[in-house]
């Protein structure tokens, strides 16, 4: 490489820089682990993001905190793993390919069969996998891409089935009948995790069961009417007055004549609520199921998989569930027991995947017994094992895994895992044959009747104890070796998979070398939304499989949401897609795009108009570092990512800073040799010294902040110091060494600039790397040193160096600045134009002070545009008519603004300020007669409190003196 490899362009294009770097960093193959194995592992385990899905700002947040750890552990001198890889999200991408076949093709999963259905499936996943991996490189994913994983590939495969055999083995993994959540329209079970409950208007019936003695009727209330249907008891508190003297009454049932239900005594029952007695629907409820079980009542089931009532339901067979509810209701008004209705808003469980209400069911499920597995992951916290961050997630952790169920893994999907145990045929033949007689089960005429052994097998694993189940399952790491079995036709849930991502991604079960080079991970970053869907089962399983926890840190980011604080969402209509910031997009583009998603057709308008209001010009185009400093800076812990595209504009602009900054500098330096920095310092003056230690206390602040995952305060603290100490007031500075006609002193400022940029791109290349790789190759070298070689990207970051911690140099140059600021406000309060140059008078409070003015009198001048500094010490003089007065603790700023100045407008500021002075004298006062603070507080706090009561007294005379110059 040349020793200027790029002339920067004269406006900054994200985009082809975007794609020159991305192509070049992947063609030299920067960022794949293990290519120095003396270098200490730093591993991060990317969650691996849905196929289905296009990129939104939840992936966006994440691939820009990871990639920050990602990168600065690179630049550190790590051999960093950060692995990549799709989940194939089972539900959803079975919902997706199913509703796209039904669309485009008119045909369903059963009219293809399992396996053409699950080629159609790979088809679908191949083209939009590889989709979102593409997006993910070009918000800048230094991920290890050699070693893309997908979760149901070759090697996840084993690693379930592995895991699996072993937990079933362990008696850890069982088949049982429990309550479940089912989703009939995704028609399958869900876990507990997967439900999400809402806010919604519903309708609390009351309706009353006679008794069967004729002695009167018992009030009940329900928002699922059609529930009754499978009522089998009444539950009351035998501590009830109005009800002890029911229980063990029997009662009717309006419309199932056979059906036999009781009153029961229950101390679950609250007396203060509704009419004090409680309809038990065991099948349908789980605290009725528990209720149940206590009772020893008949648990009947009566909805199908779809959601329809079934056979249980008598006359409303066939009936969906909300059909079946209206019916019912009619009929109870026609029958009299129907009582009121109430209009409430009550909590619905709902599918995070369909959306649709949940329905309880009583169902034969696959289950993992997660109380001993949850207790270890509970201890890695407590014993510092694993950390959590931020650590109020300590508490919701305890609380879960202490109260943990029974995790329900098995899904009546086609597209996933599909669960390897295995039923030999003859076995479960002769179980059918030998219990038919006295069960009078349905599977036996199946079998008679020569049904295929499939279906044979669904109903014998309905209808079957579960001990018969076990001598007839087997569970199996390969197929099995004959065609005497039949394979289960569910498949695992998708967390189960992912709970094993650690670990089976580096090729567990083998023992591979970068198992163990690589686990257990150092991080694992990811939102705080799936804390336990699951963070929590991978720390289970690394525990339980790999004798210890999968990562040493918790990183919860918050979740993204709008300028207006709503959770961002297709169906809401406020989702912004991270490429339409990065590229950005038009109203009209914008509108269209909106149109697509799945809005609800009375809200799209005032979504609509809403993106017209907020949105005017559609949205600019920001780049990949414009959204990654902007996601990094709102990341602030313990709140929601607010995304607020005029902020992001805002952080777009400070890339235009930098590069500013760097083409100015590159325009004075040309083809000069750079004085090597070492020799720069040597000479440096203390305009040169304060911006150094600036520059190595902001070096100290970002790698500490990254340590601790405060990437806001890292990105603000390099926002702060680029813009406002480097480009602001050094740059300024270093106008006048330039300009200053002494080569040497232009020489030391040029190899100051060339150092800082260096510096300063490096620190913020984990946030925009495309824009500091830009300008980091663009950089001179200084005079001795080979070509510049290599990437920003791979780069050593900046260290502290503390020997250039100068707070001499920053305390007289803070006084620089705060006589320059105070000229300036004082200008801009007084409507006086900034090319207008005054004569300006300073006046410091003591000779130290006066001293270090004069040195920098030159430089005052330049940077406040003063016809003339005039420098003496404080005095409490008269100030002269026509002039302006700011004032500090150390200096007087006096302006003479005869002929420019507005003497009411400047005496109606001049008294404004009084008044703010007053009030901080008074607080000052007020603690400073306060005996208890007085005796209690530290010395030197008393102290300063008086010092700031001397320095405000002094302000308030030289502006008394100002004012009265003015009436």
Not at 260 to 267: A, C, E, F, M
Not at 283 to 304: Q, V, Y
Not at 420 to 439: C, F, G, L, S
Not at 689 to 710: D, P, V, W
Request: hydrophobic residues 40%.
């Amino acid at each position: 490489m040349s020793e200027a490899n790029i002339e920067l362009d004269k406006i900054l294009d994200f985009k082809s820089i975007e794609e020159r770097w991305s192509k070049e960093w992947l063609r030299n193959d920067l960022f794949r682990a293990g290519q120095d194995l003396t270098k200490k592992p730093f591993v991060i385990m990317m969650p691996p993001p849905n196929v289905t899905g296009a990129l939104h700002n939840g992936h966006a947040l994440f691939v820009t905190l990871q990639d920050i750890l990602a990168r600065f552990n690179r630049m550190i001198g790590r051999d960093v793993l950060w692995l990549p890889g799709t989940d194939h999200a089972g539900i959803a991408t079975q919902t997706v390919v199913e509703r796209e076949l039904k669309i485009k093709e008119g045909l369903s999963r059963f009219s293809l069969g399992r396996e053409k259905f699950l080629e159609r499936v790979f088809e679908w996943k191949d083209k939009h996998g590889d989709q979102i991996i593409e997006q993910l490189k070009r918000l800048g994913a230094s991920a290890d891409w050699s070693r893309l994983r997908f979760t149901m590939d070759e090697q996840c495969n084993k690693a379930v089935r592995a895991a699996f055999v072993r937990l079933w083995e362990e008696g850890l993994i069982f088949r049982g009948e429990r309550l479940i959540s089912y989703d009939p329209v995704s028609k399958t079970a869900l876990s507990d995790e997967e439900v999400e409950h809402v806010e919604k208007d519903g309708e609390l019936c009351y309706f009353s069961y006679p008794f069967k003695d004729g002695s009167g009727e018992i009030m009940v209330a329900t928002t699922r009417l059609e529930t009754m249907l499978g009522d089998t008891a009444v539950a009351v508190n035998p501590k009830d007055e109005r009800y002890k003297n029911l229980i063990g009454k029997e009662l009717i049932h309006p419309f199932l004549k056979e059906r036999q239900l009781v009153v029961i005594g229950d101390d679950y029952v609250d007396q203060e609520f509704g009419s004090g007695a409680v309809k038990i629907t065991p099948a349908h409820d789980p605290n009725d199921f528990a209720i149940g079980e206590r009772h020893k009542l008949l648990a009947i089931s009566i909805f199908d998989d779809e959601g329809r009532i079934n056979a249980n339901g008598g006359r409303f067979r066939g009936l969906d569930r909300y059909e079946a509810r209206k019916m019912i209701k009619k009929e109870l008004m026609d029958l009299g027991f129907f009582k009121k209705a109430e209009k409430i808003r009550h909590s619905v469980a709902i599918s995070q995947r369909s959306y649709a209400e949940i329905e309880p069911m009583l169902s034969r499920q696959y289950f993992v017994n997660a109380k001993s597995l949850a207790e270890n992951a509970r201890k890695a916290v407590d014993e510092g094992k694993v950390r959590l961050t931020p650590s109020f997630y300590k508490k919701v952790w305890d609380h879960f895994l202490g109260n943990i169920k029974d995790w329900c893994i098995s899904r009546q999907l086609w597209w996933g895992h599909r669960i390897p145990v295995y039923y030999h045929i003859d076995t479960m033949k002769k179980a059918i044959t030998n219990h038919h007689q006295r069960e009078g089960l349905s599977c036996y005429q199946a079998f008679l009747s020569g049904k295929s052994d499939r279906v044979i097998l669904q109903k014998a694993l309905m209808e079957l104890e579960e001990p018969i189940i076990k001598s007839f399952s087997h569970a199996l790491l390969k197929e099995p070796p004959d065609e005497e079995y039949i394979q289960e036709e569910d498949v695992l849930d998708t967390w189960f998979s992912s709970g094993l991502w650690p670990f089976s991604t580096l090729g567990w079960p083998d023992r591979t070398s970068d198992l163990a080079r690589y686990y257990p991970s150092d991080v694992m970053e990811t939102g705080s939304d799936i804390l336990f869907f699951w963070v929590a089962r991978m720390v289970m399983f690394g525990i339980h499989f790999m004798k210890e926890p999968p990562f040493k840190d918790v990183f919860l980011h918050a979740i993204v949401r709008d300028a207006h604080g709503q959770k961002m969402s297709k169906s809401l209509g406020n989702a912004i897609d991270p490429l339409d910031v990065i590229d950005g997009i038009s109203l009209e583009d914008l509108l269209e795009k909106t149109k697509t998603y799945p809005v609800p057709k009375d809200k799209l308008p005032k979504v609509l108009s809403g993106l017209k209001k907020d949105f005017p010009k559609g949205i600019p185009s920001a780049g990949s570092d414009g959204l990654r400093l902007s996601l990094a800076i709102f990341s602030g812990q313990g709140s929601d990512v607010r995304f607020d595209i005029p902020r992001v504009m805002g952080f777009r602009a400070f890339l235009n800073k930098i590069w500013n900054a760097a083409r100015f500098s590159l325009m004075n330096i040309e083809n000069e040799k750079i004085m090597p920095f070492e020799d720069a310092y040597k000479k440096a003056s203390i305009v040169d010294r304060y911006i150094i230690s600036r520059l190595n206390r902001c070096i100290a602040k970002t790698e500490s902040s990254i340590r601790e995952f405060h990437f806001s305060e890292a990105a603000l603290a390099i926002y702060h110091f680029f813009w406002d100490e480097f480009c602001d007031h050094y740059i300024e500075m270093a106008k006048v060494a330039l300009n200053s006609g002494d080569p040497e002193e232009a020489r030391v400022t040029k190899a100051m600039l060339i150092y800082i940029l260096d510096m300063s791109v490096r620190m913020i290349h984990p946030f925009c790397p495309f824009v500091s790789e830009e300008i980091w190759q663009s950089l001179p070298i200084f005079e001795g040193e080979e070509k510049r070689k290599g990437f920003c990207a791979t780069a050593a970051f900046p260290k502290l160096e503390k020997r250039f911690i100068d707070e001499k140099a920053e305390e007289c140059l803070e006084l620089v600045i705060s006589i320059v600021s105070m000229v300036r406000n004082a200008r801009q309060s007084s409507n006086i134009a900034a090319n207008i140059a005054l004569p300006v008078k300073l006046f410091a409070k003591d000779e130290e002070t006066k001293k270090i003015l004069l040195t920098h009198k030159k430089l005052i001048k330049y940077l406040a545009r003063a016809s003339d500094i005039d420098i003496g010490l404080r005095a409490l003089e008269k100030i002269e008519e026509q002039a302006v007065i700011n004032s500090s603790t150390l200096v007087d700023v006096v302006i003479d603004l005869k002929g420019s100045l507005d003497s009411k407008k400047e005496l109606i500021r001049l008294e404004q300020a009084l008044k703010k002075i007053e009030a901080q004298l008074q607080a000052l006062k007020s603690r400073l007669s306060d005996i208890s603070f007085i005796t209690k507080a530290p010395k030197e706090v008393v102290d300063q409190h008086k010092n700031e009561l001397s320095a405000l007294l002094e302000r308030k005379t030289q502006l008394e003196l100002a004012r009265d110059a003015h009436r």
